[in-house]
């Protein structure tokens, strides 16, 4: 093979690192579409009027989102309600049983469980909720949210508690420490950051998923705080609105764009400053 | 316990006298702590539950997937995957056509994502790890995943698709704008994010004394990216395309936003289509038959193993890479 010239190969590494430029920071060119799309088409639809008032039938302009705002509040509460308990109880348990056998398999579990494709979910929650229940309710959909948080609570939970010095458990123990009061005295106070992170990582998944929701808490056009009853929420009135032929039900669709955009940045960035607050790696 | 003494009342576990008090005390004494042992053994249980409830998730969801699809499966039988119509009318199920609509959806929004995300995985892992621009770089990377698929769904449909419509206007097929064509490149920015940071966490791990030794005989930047540290994390790469894979296979509302859903197999990457998810998700409510319905349940439990599958071999590659 002959030899090539010094200065082809380095106009080779220079044009290849131009490319590799261009090319990442051609990712932003969307996202700034997207956003400033989005931003543009919802700004001029948020008023005082559209965040309090429920929707118009069609042919009536104005009308409002309150019941999704309120309907999505409520599900991902009562998601979080059920999930966090139980994710933060796993995480522990995974954290203090590093290996053994039954840890392997719930570990295994939980990487299976974040793998799985949201309507799958969303079929899983109408078996087990909506038709023993006898009806679409708010609840099922929170419970099939909780399912999308585990998985990610319980990772948040168990990094964080690895990364804690033995150290510090064995002192407390020494000092005759019950465990239970070991964990939660002195370990889950200690890693709360990261506990707290993966929290609020995993309800900023949870915010814009839609596809869960679709067969259990299915949509309402009226304002509901019944969890047992069908609830509205952003994502649902999103995908319903926009799809829709009329455009005051696509200026609503805009307007909750808007709001579940911003929504959704706030939490990340919340999750973000959270973490370097407390210096977790996620 | 008068002038510093201990009595002997005050060692109540090793009774030695039998006044009646001093029993008592020892008996309470003893009950309090195996109360304590009770205590420990039920906080246990509790922790080892909640780590059980994980895997009776999961067993729960293929075990109701598997049930709830035996009518189907029953009455279709093997001709249910390579069928080529979907007539619910006349109760003719074929899977084909959403499984053909999967694959092309997934596979060409996993082509042209692929070089934007290696080349964002190489430029904050190889070229510029800090700093103000990788950081605003690495942001976007986030900010691309955190957006909600419903939300690229409508913008898809407002600004994509017309744009794609003018493009097939030009090219000379029939002008639709949504389609095939319209969800790969949505789904090509959202799974962006999969592939960019796995490879730059594999990109950023490449031991820096081997860069050093290409270095030493001469090669340039380009030449120890290909021959070094390509070579070095290809198999972290790969499993970080086949993450974005499983998030192609799965993801429902952008794709169900703009591909058309037309149950006929699709001609052209521009004809409108359905994927497995897209029609779960058009269809689950409508379902009125009981064959109907498992035929679309069958569907899911399709996507579950086929995501599970990709997602395990992903782990699998990347555990490997790291315990190395």
Do not use: C
Request: avoid cysteine.
């Amino acid at each position: 093979m002959q030899a090539k010239s010094v200065k082809y190969r380095l106009g080779k590494s220079y044009g290849f690192q131009l490319l590799t430029y261009l090319l990442a920071f051609a990712i932003v060119v969307p996202l700034l579409a997207i956003l400033f799309y989005i931003v543009r088409a919802g700004i001029t639809k948020i008023n005082w009027h559209f965040l309090v008032n429920i929707p118009k039938p069609v042919g009536e302009s104005g009308g409002g989102i309150a019941n999704a705002i309120v309907g999505s509040i409520i599900i991902i509460l009562v998601a979080a309600v059920i999930a966090v308990p139980i994710g933060i109880m796993a995480g522990i348990y995974l954290s203090e049983n590093r290996k053994s056998k039954l840890a392997y398999w719930v570990r295994l579990s939980t990487d299976i469980l974040q793998g799985v494709p949201s309507i799958v979910i969303g079929i899983i929650a109408y078996f087990w909720l909506v038709k023993p229940l006898r009806g679409f309710s708010a609840l099922s959909g929170s419970a099939a949210l909780a399912i999308m948080m585990l998985p990610i609570i319980v990772r948040s939970t168990e990094e964080t508690l690895r990364l804690l010095p033995d150290s510090l458990k064995e002192a407390a123990l020494a000092l005759g420490m019950p465990f239970h009061r070991v964990i939660f005295k002195v370990i889950v106070p200690v890693g709360i950051g990261g506990i707290l992170s993966g929290v609020m990582l995993s309800i900023a998944r949870i915010t814009g998923e839609t596809a869960p929701l679709l067969f259990t808490a299915f949509g309402n056009p009226y304002l509901s705080v019944n969890i047992a009853k069908p609830m509205q929420s952003l994502p649902l009135l999103i995908f319903n609105y926009a799809t829709s032929p009329y455009t005051d039900w696509l200026n609503l669709a805009w307007g909750a764009s808007l709001i579940l955009l911003v929504w959704v940045l706030f939490l990340n960035i919340l999750t973000k400053l959270l973490t370097r607050k407390w210096k977790v790696q996620l | 316990m008068e002038n510093g003494m201990v009595t002997r009342s005050d060692i109540p576990l090793r009774v030695i006298t039998s006044s009646p008090e001093a029993i008592l005390k020892a008996k309470k004494r003893l009950r309090l702590s195996f109360r304590q042992i009770r205590r420990e053994n039920i906080f246990n249980k509790t922790l080892m539950i909640m780590g059980l409830v994980m895997i009776i998730l999961v067993v729960g969801i293929l075990l109701t997937l598997i049930v709830q699809s035996m009518p189907s499966i029953k009455a279709l039988g093997l001709k249910y995957i390579w069928g080529r119509t979907w007539n619910p009318v006349e109760d003719i199920y074929g899977a084909w056509p959403f499984l053909l609509g999967t694959l092309l959806t997934s596979f060409l929004a996993l082509t042209i994502s692929i070089p934007f995300s290696i080349a964002v995985a190489i430029f904050l892992g190889e070229y510029h790890a800090t700093g103000w621009i990788p950081n605003f770089l690495k942001n976007a990377v986030e900010l691309i995943a955190a957006v909600p698929s419903v939300i690229y769904g409508f913008w898809g449909l407002a600004v994509l698709v017309p744009m794609v419509r003018t493009f097939e206007g030009h090219v000379g097929v029939s002008p639709m704008g949504v389609g095939i064509f319209s969800s790969s490149l949505i789904l090509a920015i959202m799974i962006i994010p999969y592939a960019a940071s796995l490879g730059r966490s594999m990109i950023s791990m490449v031991p820096s004394h081997l860069k050093e030794a290409a270095y030493g005989l001469g090669a340039t930047r380009w030449e120890v990216i290909r021959s070094v540290v390509l070579p070095y994390t290809k198999s972290g790469l790969f499993a970080g395309i086949l993450l974005s894979l499983g998030r192609a296979l799965g993801e429902t509302m952008a794709v169900t936003m703009v591909i058309g859903n037309s149950s006929a197999i699709p001609k052209s990457i521009f004809a409108p289509g359905n994927t497995m998810a897209s029609v779960i998700a058009n269809e689950f409510t409508e379902a009125d038959k009981p064959v109907y319905l498992s035929a679309l349940i069958e569907l899911g439990l399709v996507l579950f193993l086929v995501t599970v599958v990709i997602n395990m071999i992903g782990k699998r590659v990347i555990d490997r890479f790291t315990n190395d």
